[in-house]
């Protein structure tokens, strides 16, 4: 064979051949339906560059976010009953949380961390939406009570991050009573004397709303997060009036005094930062 056949052809081969492309290498914003490369959208916290819409984050990634780099510890969460009800609709409880757990490398939809964050340290709860819709079970009633006593304890600020459709129907009336268990856990952390504030980013509904999430001491919102307790169809159908466009968004609360702030996540840790030194001038940072 000549020289051709040998050499030749198979670095042409090469050259031409087609390369495999990563499925995930382009992400799409759901708002303004610009193409986004991934490591740019990673570096600007998953949010879009073109329009600023702020698309849903995990529970670790907030961590990451929120805390001084290689600063934070997540803590093990309380085990609680995998299916106390035996609960069954088109699939068993159980499957659903294996499945769940799976795709989120989560035990429940929530995860738990203390660390620094300018410096000062805190105790942060992130929920995750991906976990069967964020929603609150005995395992997310439990990891809040276990994250307000380690509050107390370190004599550390509370932060919570709230992602969740609201209370988890498999749990049944189990998880109502999560209502009043974060509210009471609150309020360790309050009269402790120690801040306790909310992020509440989309969505943030349902028993989520009616409990700790509207207690913080500040309470912050993601631009266009939706917050609410019932749909706005349920509404309209209860009250009989047509209600505002977006009221139960972000900002239109914002407007009307019912959060404090809104802010973007590109600023939203230095937010932190700075009313976390506001509410604990004594509370020198670490690095100083």
């Known amino acids: 064979m000549s020289w051709l056949t040998e050499f030749v052809r198979p670095k042409i081969r090469t050259l031409f051949a087609r390369r ?72 068993r409880y159980v499957d659903r949380l294996k499945e769940a757990r799976e795709k989120t490398h989560l035990e429940d939809a929530v995860a738990v961390a203390h660390g620094t964050i300018g410096g000062r340290r805190a105790v942060v709860v992130a929920m995750e939406f991906a976990f069967m819709g964020g929603s609150m079970g005995a395992a997310v009633g439990e990891a809040i009570v276990a994250a307000a006593r380690l509050a107390v304890l370190q004599e550390a600020p509370l932060i919570v991050f709230t992602a969740s459709g609201g209370a988890r129907m498999q749990e049944g009336a189990l998880s109502l009573m999560q209502m009043p268990k974060t509210v009471l856990a609150v309020r360790l952390v309050k009269q402790a004397g120690l801040p306790f504030l909310t992020v509440l980013t989309d969505p943030t509904t349902g028993g989520v709303t009616a409990s700790f999430a509207m207690l913080g001491d500040v309470q912050i919102a993601e631009p266009g997060a939706l917050i609410g307790f019932a749909g706005a169809r349920v509404i309209e159908q209860t009250v009989h009036e047509k209600l505002p466009e977006g009221f139960q968004r972000a900002e239109y609360l914002a ?25 604990q001038p004594g509370e020198i940072p670490a690095a100083a």
């Open 20 to 91: 495999e492309v990563p499925d995930n290498l382009w992400h799409q914003c759901p708002a303004c339906q610009q193409m986004i490369f991934a490591t740019d959208l990673a570096a600007n916290l998953k949010v879009c560059p073109h329009c600023g819409h702020h698309m849903r984050a995990g529970a670790v990634e907030r961590l990451g976010w929120t805390f001084d780099p290689d600063s934070f510890t997540r803590i093990e969460l309380p085990k609680v009953a995998a299916d106390p009800l035996r609960f069954r609709d088109q699939k």
């Open 255 to 279: 407007a009307h005094g019912i959060i404090d702030m809104v802010v973007k996540r590109t600023e939203l840790r230095e937010t932190l930062v700075r009313i976390l030194g506001l509410l």
